[in-house]
């Protein structure tokens, strides 16, 4: 059996041998010692997260985004879906990839997590061809646990038994990918964050639109990596939800990946708590496949994190 290709935003149907689930990003957006704790992909104590009543607008026009490091112990709920839809010669296709994860930190040097606890608790890949419906097994485990650390500057899998998950396990890959560019690495949305305070009209938080998207278009070695421009974030609101303070920011992006050949004008909004925490980025737009823009084809990516 071949592993499943990972690409995000387009069905490998006819293209790739395989599923139709993304790697995904964002998530992106689209994760250091001790054996066995629960799982995340953001910061801030979990006895510090806020609740989640209705929003409440802010008057205020500015915003300051703290950089906490990340604590150990903190816990989130990672919601991941990207839908894409395009054109066949004969039909219309669609294909949606969504996963669930609970996570928790169990250990961080200042603003790196370098080891995390994930259980999947949902994974679906679904899609249509025509009339037809076409579903593939999961490709992420639901129910199990894992424990995704960084060891010798190397991401490694481990079971919740803490053995090491073999080569040949078919969801190695897709959960290596999943954590790549949170764990490990310095978080790009600590990395992100601005000094001082911020304007309604003012950018930030690019660089970390850039992680989450090359996580989703560049997360899989076997293809070359995508080319990203007009990437832009601006903050066009300041809110108050369930106490806590939110930067919203309109976000702009170009991608264009080689395998397959496929350009993306993505459009939306991402969301920023403000101690410099992830709660929402949702990013739609036409996608053309080799340079040809036909009204049905897309893609879309939401991610959001729930502490």
């Known amino acids: 059996m071949k592993r499943a290709a990972w690409m995000p935003g387009v069905w490998l149907i006819a293209l790739i041998a395989g599923g139709c689930d993304n790697k995904s990003a964002p998530s992106s957006s689209a994760a250091s010692t001790s054996s066995q704790t629960p799982p995340a992909t953001t910061t801030a104590s979990a006895a510090s997260a806020p609740s989640s009543s209705a929003a409440a607008p802010s008057n205020a026009d500015e915003i300051v985004f703290t950089k906490a490091d990340w604590a150990i112990g903190t816990t989130r709920t990672v919601e991941y879906e990207t839908v894409s839809k395009d ?15 609970k996570e928790e930190i169990l ?3 200042a603003k790196t997590i370098t080891k995390l606890k994930t259980s ?36 490694i899998l481990n079971d919740d038994a803490n053995h090491a998950v073999p080569p040949s396990a078919l969801f190695l ?3 290596i990918r999943d954590y790549a560019f949170t764990v490990g690495k310095p978080d790009p949305v600590l990395v992100g964050a601005p000094e001082g305070p911020l304007k309604i009209g003012a950018t930030a938080f ?14 899989d070695s076997n293809f070359p990596k995508a080319a ?7 903050l066009k609101a300041v ?11 309109d976000v702009t992006a170009k991608v264009v ?8 004008d993505f459009s939306g909004t991402m969301t920023v708590r403000a101690d410099s925490r992830l709660v929402d980025l949702d990013l739609k737009g036409p996608s053309a496949f080799n340079g040809m823009k036909k009204d049905w084809d897309s893609t879309t990516h939401h991610l959001q994190v729930r502490y």
Do not use: C, M
């Open 87 to 101: 054109t066949l010669p004969n039909a219309k296709r669609t294909s949606t990839s969504r996963w669930v994860a």
């Open 107 to 109: 250990a961080a040097e």
């Open 120 to 155: 999947y608790i949902e994974s679906t890949s679904i899609g249509t061809i025509g009339t037809q419906e076409v579903k593939d097994p999961p490709v992420r485990p639901v129910g199990k646990t894992f424990f995704v650390e960084l060891k010798d500057k190397k991401l």
């Open 173 to 175: 890959d897709t959960i």
């Open 206 to 219: 690019e660089d970390t639109l850039r992680a989450y998207l090359n996580g989703w278009y560049s997360g």
């Open 228 to 234: 990203l421009s007009n990437v832009s974030a601006k």
């Open 239 to 249: 809110k108050i939800e369930g106490g806590a303070k939110l930067g919203v920011f």
């Open 257 to 264: 990946t080689q395998v397959p050949p496929v350009v993306y």
